[in-house]
């Protein structure tokens, strides 16, 4: 139940700004025309494997839109606020684990993000661009499953991001360090197998496939649900760090002013 209410007023908080990421909206679809030019322009006399022109146009369609369920998060889970303004420690004496509370509210932040991000885009380059769309509902179902997996990988990533804020006051940077990251290791901007043999093991050996690579692979119908296995084990992993975080939290809270 809690789970629902801290959900729900997320998303609704949001829904007082949806004219205001209406530009938000803009800015990525334009952004998405872009990569997809790009790739068109390299693709016109080339095979691109077994992607082709229209399966790399996918490719680059379905991840743009997948960026505001996988990427675009809240940086830090709002931690960094919390230990600027001394809030951490209240919201560390609640009788609700800290990760499971700002969890929760990050889940109406993605609920609302896929209905009024996600879907204008992707319906946008569904009607404009040779868009492929699985045949099936078991693909679509495990499409949505690869894209639950990526943001809940990003929710941890986030939550211990934030979680440095109480050692450093300052954990921004390492939210840009990431993006840096997941942008070239998670095969958003290119396919993973395109990549350098070095950064493709790298990434490989990495949680970035499971943000974007997998996801799309399995909505273009390269993959299917035992990619997924690497995705669940990450997650228990992150979910186990994310809770040891909080145990480290609670013995040592320094805010900012005493």
């Known amino acids: 139940m809690l789970f629902l209410v801290l959900a729900r007023k997320t998303y609704a908080r949001n829904l007082q700004y949806r004219s205001a990421h209406l530009v938000h909206n803009i800015a990525s679809a ?125 929710i941890c990533l986030n939550y211990l991001i934030g979680a440095l804020a109480l050692w450093t006051t300052e954990s921004r940077w390492l939210y840009w360090v990431n993006y840096a990251f997941s942008m070239l290791l998670s095969g958003f901007l290119i396919p993973i197998e395109w990549l350098p043999k070095t950064l493709a093991d790298i990434s490989r050996s990495s949680f970035y496939p499971y943000l974007h690579y997998i996801p799309t692979r399995i909505y273009l119908g390269m993959e299917d649900r035992s990619a997924l296995i690497g ?28």
């Open 30 to 154: 334009l952004f998405g025309f872009i990569y997809v030019s790009i790739w068109m322009g390299i693709g016109e006399n080339r095979p691109l494997g077994e992607y082709g022109l229209t399966g790399i146009v996918s490719y680059v369609a379905f991840n743009q839109a997948s960026l505001w369920v996988a990427a675009f998060l809240t940086n830090g889970l709002g931690m960094e606020q919390s230990v600027r303004t001394g809030q951490i420690a209240l919201d560390l004496m609640r009788p609700v684990h800290l990760f499971y509370h700002l969890m929760c509210k990050e889940w109406g932040q993605i609920a609302y993000q896929f209905v009024y991000k996600f879907l204008p885009i992707y319906a946008l380059y569904f009607f404009v661009l040779p868009l492929h769309v699985p045949s099936s509902w078991q693909t679509f179902f495990w499409t949505a499953a690869a894209l639950s997996l990526a943001a809940y990988i990003t």
């Open 231 to 258: 995705a669940v084990c990450w997650c228990a992993a992150f979910t186990f760090l994310c809770l040891a975080a909080t145990g480290f939290m609670r013995r040592k809270v320094e805010v900012q002013g005493g």
